[in-house]
């Protein structure tokens, strides 16, 4: 098809050494637009208030209301977890539903049979889209085939006999799925590549970094003495709330952490702890304790998002009371809610799409041979 | 002169802007909406400045002064550096999203060129 040999050609002149020249589409379009927002955004900006403005008056409340109120020092930290701390907590839930939308956009293709009615719907949309997968169901059904499943063992021996059939089929396929995508077969796999391609039995400097699960072992002892630092640094960074810094510096650091790790050790080393089974609880608790904290203030203090944390002296970790613990759970939420995302995008297959005919022709069809009929319209029927 | 930030801004804004209308590289438009929210950053930022301003961080008073001078004194805007991060944090959960699909619809049309996408015209 044109747009691969296209890339294909960028490509190879990209390393032939020439630079690839990328046309502009719509100039006009981009050009007008461009200029016309650029004349409002300057006329716009040139009227700001400029270095020598007072500061506004919520500025001047927030600063004076910083220490008496919330025995914290910091101004920034008593605006975004205190004084505009349901802004905070629409920012948390926008970061949780992105969170969401990523692992759900990235997740690999599941079979869904338990949903009331999803399997008839799809069977019907099946059967337009790829006549050939269920040519074995078809001719049992007297007219509406979607009947069949739902009207049980009522049928004609037919009925039975098309079950079996697509039974078979699907353990077949379930067996297929297991070899390429499964634990034991890819950790396998890993293993052999992994003598092959260790980068510490290659000559520094030579090609096939792409290869190694880890990195040299220069690089693995530095990340491993960087990624404590980090580690420390995020945690000082929200404890010590009274200073500059906070729980979204702190929990981005935190992902920075198991991402270096990873980067620099393989995903082994984070294996136990970078898994959607260990970090999506601990989000969701934290979306919890945020609710939690907004809920408590509307109940003991009159407002939601109110303090009702006892204060500690200034200068101490809990001096903020509400502040603090709010910040200290937003570490938990930025750090696992980046390293789900982070992960669930680094882990993303292809499979939603069943490969092009022409692919399938060259890695043998086998049982998926019979889709290699199949137009662009059976994605449908992969991912469902 | 501030005013070369606010400047700097309008035309990172429009360098996005640019990027994301004329190009059809899927992750060219994403690098160009990026571009576009960073310049957010860069104007809250420049608009929390102010001449001659401390941080907004009442800890450690210079000698003679107290919290409460800090208070009155002449400080950087905490408001516009609170809107900021917020701004950061959307910022990279947009991308997140982007990317995500960034990547699904180029498996799914084995390329990055938008113009292959066209369920959606007209």
Redesign the interface.
């Known amino acids: 098809m044109a747009p691969t040999m296209a890339d294909g050609e960028a490509l190879e002149r990209a390393r032939a050494g020439s630079p690839v020249v990328e046309p502009v589409h719509r100039p006009r379009l981009a050009w007008t637009c461009t200029l016309a927002v650029l004349a409002v955004l300057v006329f716009g900006f040139l009227a700001l208030p400029r270095e020598g403005a007072p500061l506004p008056a919520i500025a001047r409340y927030a600063l004076e209301i910083a220490l008496p109120q919330w025995h914290i020092t910091e101004p920034v930290n008593e605006i975004v977890y205190g004084t505009r701390g349901f802004d905070t907590f629409g920012e948390t839930f926008l970061l949780l539903a992105a969170v969401v939308s990523v692992s759900t956009l990235a997740r690999h293709r599941e079979r869904r049979a338990e949903f009331v009615g999803e399997e008839e719907a799809g069977e019907q949309e099946q059967r337009e889209s790829d006549p050939d997968r269920s040519a074995g169901s078809a001719p049992s059904g007297t007219g509406d085939g979607s009947g069949n499943r739902a009207g049980g063992g009522d049928g004609d021996g037919g009925v039975p006999e098309s079950r079996e059939e697509d039974e078979a089929r699907r353990a077949e396929e379930e067996e297929a799925g297991e070899d390429t995508a499964g634990e034991d077969g890819s950790s396998g796999m890993r293993g052999s590549i992994r003598e092959r391609y260790s980068s510490d039995t290659n000559p520094l400097g030579s090609r096939a970094p792409e290869h190694s699960e880890a990195m040299t072992v220069v690089v693995r002892v530095a990340a491993r003495g960087a990624a404590i630092v980090l580690a420390v640094t995020a945690i000082y960074l929200t404890a010590h709330g009274f200073a500059p810094g906070g729980g979204f510096p702190g929990g981005a650091a935190l992902a920075g952490v198991a991402l270096l790790l990873y980067a620099a050790l393989g995903y082994r080393a984070v294996r136990t702890v970078v898994r959607p089974d260990v970090l999506e609880p601990v989000e969701m608790v934290g979306a919890c304790v945020v609710v939690g904290l907004a809920v408590g203030g509307f109940f003991w203090n009159g407002s939601v998002m109110a303090n009702w944390l006892p204060l500690a002296p200034v200068r101490t970790i809990a001096s903020g009371g509400l502040v603090q613990a709010f910040s200290a759970t937003e570490l938990l939420e930025v750090g696992t809610g980046l390293t789900i995302a982070i992960f669930a995008m680094l882990a993303m297959k292809h499979d939603w799409t069943p490969d092009k005919p022409e692919d399938q022709e060259q890695s043998t069809g086998g049982s998926s041979g019979d889709r290699a009929g199949g137009d662009e319209g059976s994605g449908a029927e992969r991912s469902g | 002169m501030?005013?070369a930030n606010?400047?700097a801004?309008?035309?990172m804004?429009?360098i996005g802007?640019?990027t994301a209308?004329?190009?059809?590289?899927l992750i060219?438009i994403v690098m160009g909406l990026s571009l576009m929210e960073a310049s957010t950053y860069l104007?809250l930022v420049s608009?929390a400045?102010?001449?001659g301003s401390t941080?907004?961080?009442?800890?450690s008073p210079p000698d003679g002064a107290t919290?409460?001078d800090?208070?009155?004194g002449n400080?950087a805007?905490?408001?516009?550096?609170?809107f900021c991060?917020?701004a950061?944090?959307?910022g990279?959960?947009?991308t997140?999203?982007f990317?995500?699909?960034a990547?699904?619809v180029t498996?799914?049309?084995?390329?990055?060129?938008a113009?292959?996408s066209r369920e959606l015209r007209g």
């Open positions: 501030i005013v606010y400047l801004a309008a035309l804004f429009c802007l640019h209308i004329s190009r059809r590289n060219k104007l608009m400045y102010r001449r941080a907004p961080v009442l800890l919290p409460q800090l208070v009155h400080v805007d905490p408001v516009l550096q609170n991060l917020t950061i944090v959307i990279v959960a947009v997140a999203v990317l995500t699909v990547v699904r498996q799914h049309r084995r390329s990055l060129d113009d292959d």
